[in-house]
């Protein structure tokens, strides 16, 4: 077999998202095209999506994506969830049969209801009682792995070309108002189910082009929270801090991209505006160990928007478009014209510059 | 003429539809095939659609026209010839090209002209119409890199960290850039009449190509940023 520098493999993942303002579905086959013309940028070793408001029957529910291993940790993990949760529906996620992905896990979901007498005798608000339950999953129930915890949202991944990805779980079957996708070219670690993108904690998903050169140092400073990396992949970490800065800590979100994208003091230093100037220092103080060194372009899905955010040197591409109440982000211009032909101010955000998109309030659901 | 409809074809099928073709050549439908007119040579090409990364990468001799925006990596490596975009550039443009010339009209990406060098009698020229991002020009070793802060929409002429690591070649922003920090080891001062005269060429290509007046142009206040010296690493570690 060749190694990369006998022959060149001319890859380096890719992303995509879209999302409506006003809050309109769009089906989830429009964000697997967009992918299309970027395929050479994947190898075929992971892909998968994100779809927010894709389960409005059961929004109320938090929405378990699964991976199993075998009948017997299902039952093992269900019966788990049983004690802590009130299961309205679990089921087979359906998936089609197609010859470019194969060796698949068992692929289920629960929509679930935790209960309040079990996380109120635990002193836990209700959010940090299902990422706990998330955790404890991952870490110790061998075999078997939540990739997704939201409500009315969910993750899809596989290993494969996200494409192809799109058709096995049944994309065109799920409408969301906000979409996002990866192609993976795993690069450090394994390309294995688990280690596919997007990486969920409760409605937070993060997908993820680069390497994380201060992934340790991250894992470390995360772990001391209750977090638990368990799916060899840095980006995880990604969404782990994004949820430690969101929700537990209670950033805003530019505050968050200021964090883990921080300029260089050399930057701060030269800034005229003094108060812009005191945030960053703050930020930078308080969360050194949040800084996430080494190539990145991300985009974070949360219920009602999507954040864009490159690395503070911006070592990998990412373009912004428009039309309408619409909003797309990709690695290249090209998935953006796949999925709008029309797309208007097409434009590259700095290196750490978060491009914020919300829905309009209450248009969501 | 010869039309090659790229919208259901991959790059290799439309690069080899390119290498077969015996005259110049239209490409329609292009939407992010890579590696378009790699290491081409006497031919003429116009792209209508958005090109994939690394275009005319290696061009030795060929002419590219781009009626929209083009992605990363425009001209690696380029040899010869001349590449022009009616719209923005990616990141990384002209990386390491040699000799050619990239004409934009628009805006550029990060670390445009970044290890741009220069060959016996080849200079390479790059000319951004609009604004380009950070780093720009970084490690510069030879050739010319022109930023002529068209449309800027109220934004800097270039982004942060210009000129990083520069040792060679020239960059002309036009603009007095006096909030653009430049590193220790390159001297930025307002240009001389003979050095702009060194570049009047150039423009008035571009400006022939775009539809500009080259005296306009020229009107501006210039900025000509050049390394002080031919080894500045000399003292990076320690005086010797």
């Known amino acids: 077999m060749k190694i990369e520098g006998q022959i060149r493999i001319p890859s380096g993942c890719a992303i995509s998202a879209a999302i409506s303002r006003d809050g309109k579905k769009m089906s989830g086959e429009l964000i697997a095209g967009s992918m299309k013309p970027m395929h050479d940028r994947s190898n075929g070793l992971g892909g998968g999506f994100a779809g927010y408001g894709i389960y409005p029957e059961y929004k109320e529910f938090y929405a378990f994506h699964m991976f199993f291993d075998s009948r017997d940790t299902r039952k093992q993990c269900e019966a788990f969830l049983k004690e802590r949760f009130e299961i309205v529906q679990s089921e087979i996620i359906p998936t089609r049969k197609i010859p470019e992905i194969t060796d698949e896990p068992i692929i289920w979901r629960y929509f679930a209801a935790p209960l309040k007498s079990v996380f109120t005798s635990l002193q836990l608000e209700e959010k940090e009682f299902v990422a706990k339950t998330v955790m404890k999953i991952n870490a110790e129930m061998p075999g078997a792995y939540v990739f997704s915890s939201g409500r009315n949202m969910g993750a899809f991944k596989a290993v494969g070309f996200p494409e192809d990805v799109g058709v096995f779980y049944k994309l065109e079957e799920y409408e969301g108002y906000s979409w996002t996708a990866h192609g993976r070219y795993p690069t450090n670690t394994p390309g294995w189910w688990g280690g596919a993108h997007p990486f969920t904690l409760l409605d937070y998903s993060v997908v993820h082009n680069g390497e994380i050169s201060s992934y340790d140092a991250n894992r470390r400073f995360i772990e001391m929270f209750g977090y638990q990396c368990t799916l060899q992949t840095d980006t995880e970490v990604i969404a782990y801090i994004m949820d430690y800065l969101l929700r537990i800590q209670g950033l805003t979100l530019g505050e968050a991209a200021s964090v883990i994208a921080a300029p260089f003091w050399s930057t701060i230093a030269a800034k005229t505006d003094l108060e812009d100037q005191k945030k960053h220092t703050y930020l930078r103080t308080m969360f050194p160990s949040l800084l996430i060194t080494g190539p990145f372009s991300i985009v974070l899905g949360f219920e009602g928007g999507l954040m864009a955010l490159n690395d503070r040197l911006k070592l990998r591409s990412m373009v912004v478009g428009e039309k309408d109440d619409k909003v797309f982000i990709a690695s290249e211009e090209a998935a953006i014209r796949t999925m709008e032909p029309n797309a208007e101010n097409i434009w590259s955000p700095a290196g750490g510059e978060p491009v914020i998109v919300q829905v309009k309030e209450g248009a969501f659901s | ?240």
């Open chain 2, 1 to 240: 003429m010869q039309i090659i409809d790229a919208a259901n074809l991959d790059y290799r099928a439309v690069n080899e539809a390119l290498r077969e073709a015996e005259t110049d050549y239209i490409i329609k439908g292009c939407c992010g095939q890579r590696f378009l007119a790699a290491g081409m040579s006497g031919k003429n090409l116009i792209i209508h659609g958005i090109p994939g990364n690394a275009l005319g990468a290696y061009l030795n001799n060929a002419t590219i026209t781009v009626n929209a925006n083009a992605q990363d990596a425009v001209g690696d490596t380029m040899n010869e010839g001349k590449i022009l975009i009616h719209g923005n550039i990616g990141d990384a443009a002209g990386y390491a090209m040699r000799g050619g010339k990239i004409y934009v009209q628009g805006n550029a990406g990060y670390r445009a002209g970044i290890h741009m060098k220069a060959y016996k009698e080849k200079i390479p020229v790059m000319i951004i119409g609009g604004c380009a991002g950070s780093f720009l020009g970084e490690y510069q070793a030879g050739g010319v890199i022109i930023v002529l802060g068209l449309h800027k929409d109220g934004r800097r002429i270039v982004g942060n960290f210009p000129c990083t690591g520069m040792h060679g070649g020239k960059m002309f922003l036009r603009d007095s850039c006096e909030e653009i920090h430049f590193p220790g080891q390159v001297t930025a001062k307002p240009a001389a009449a003979e050095e702009l005269e060194e570049i009047r060429e150039y423009l008035s290509e571009y400006c022939l190509d775009f539809g500009y007046s080259v005296d306009e142009l020229l009107s501006g206040p210039f900025t000509v940023v050049t390394p002080d010296s031919k080894n500045p690493y000399q003292q990076m570690y320690a005086a010797n």
